[in-house]
């Protein structure tokens, strides 16, 4: 990982293995990983651009789903795994994310002859705005650019419009950075408002209603200031596919049982990191000029350790 502030001066470089044994990165784009984990399954499994209309909880405890296309299905149990605008969470009673005061851009740069770049993380900070890159693949470099705003703006799918607009935020940055942007397709760039849901225990609806259960950003969205959305939901999985399988193979537990225990398993996991991912990126982008300058000449380069940094990636499973 290299960090450096927006004049391109390096202010911290380090060696996961080196600060810490247990650390590794690894970085992968998600069509990649949806498209791996898709393959698994058995032909026809999935039923795609299934947009719900609505959701209807039925007296036997089977709920109907009905889609915008007309259709209609009649599942046993469903697994809300329906991302930020889950329209499953919002029918069990869970608000609307809240936006936290930034956007970002992202993007997808393509290399056909191959990335330049070493495998590392890289982190540019400057004052309420941010930006990063990394290789997902030996020809793919994915970048973000993190910048405050008092609200989220209007919704804009003019891709080259948000690719011009990304650029204009750090013209005078490193001109590495300036030239993935240029080899990113358009298409590829999208602009996001950055929002999360805080899970207060006693206060926030259950994770489950009967053989309704929420996995992923459908129940707890984050802020990606620590990497760790879409891991978590990949934990959810697992630790949801070990309760489930375990109802569904003996008689001692229901199905709603292993949805509660489920939820009790993972909201202590959850929660905590919901707010810390909040506070960093707070941190992140502070725009004052002398907090700032403490940030990149003390704070990074002599006060961070990489081992306690990373502490929340941590998370080990039985085998299924």
Not at 21 to 50: G, H, K, N
Request: with cysteine.
């Amino acid at each position: 990982m290299v960090v450096k502030s927006e004049d391109g001066r390096e202010l911290r470089a380090f060696n996961f293995k080196q600060e810490d044994q247990s650390q590794e990165v690894r970085a992968v784009e998600r069509r990649v990983l949806l498209e791996t984990l898709a393959a698994q399954l058995p032909p026809d499994s999935i039923q795609y651009s299934s947009r719900l209309a609505r959701i209807e909880a039925s007296p036997n405890g089977d709920t109907l789903l009905e889609f915008k296309d007309g259709s209609k299905l009649l599942a046993q149990i469903v697994i809300g795994c329906d991302g930020i605008r889950s329209p499953i969470a919002k029918w069990m009673g869970f608000a609307e994310p809240k936006y936290v005061g930034h956007c970002a851009f992202r993007g997808l740069a393509s290399y056909s002859n191959g990335q330049p770049f070493e495998p590392r993380v890289n982190y540019i900070y400057g004052k309420g705005l941010r930006a990063g890159y990394v290789p997902v693949s030996p020809t793919k470099v994915y970048w973000f650019i993190c910048f405050n705003s008092s609200s989220p703006g209007p919704k804009t799918t003019d891709s080259t419009m948000l690719k011009k607009q990304a650029k204009e935020l750090v013209e005078n940055w490193p001109p590495e950075l300036l030239d993935i942007m240029d080899s990113t397709p358009d298409d590829t760039v999208i602009k996001t408002p950055l929002v999360d849901r805080w899970l207060w225990p006693a206060i926030s609806p259950s994770v489950s209603a009967g053989r309704v259960v929420l996995v992923g950003d459908a129940w707890h969205p984050m802020t990606p200031n620590l990497g760790q959305g879409a891991c978590c939901a990949l934990e959810d999985s697992v630790v949801l596919a070990k309760k489930l399988a375990a109802a569904i193979n003996s008689n001692d537990t229901s199905v709603e049982e292993a949805f509660e225990s489920y939820g009790s398993e993972r909201w202590p996991r959850v929660f905590p990191l919901t707010i810390r991912a909040n506070l960093v990126g707070s941190v992140l982008q502070w725009d004052n000029s002398l907090v700032c300058s403490i940030r990149n000449n003390i704070v990074i380069p002599k006060l961070v350790k990489l081992g306690p940094l990373l502490e929340h990636t941590n998370f080990t499973s039985e085998s299924l």
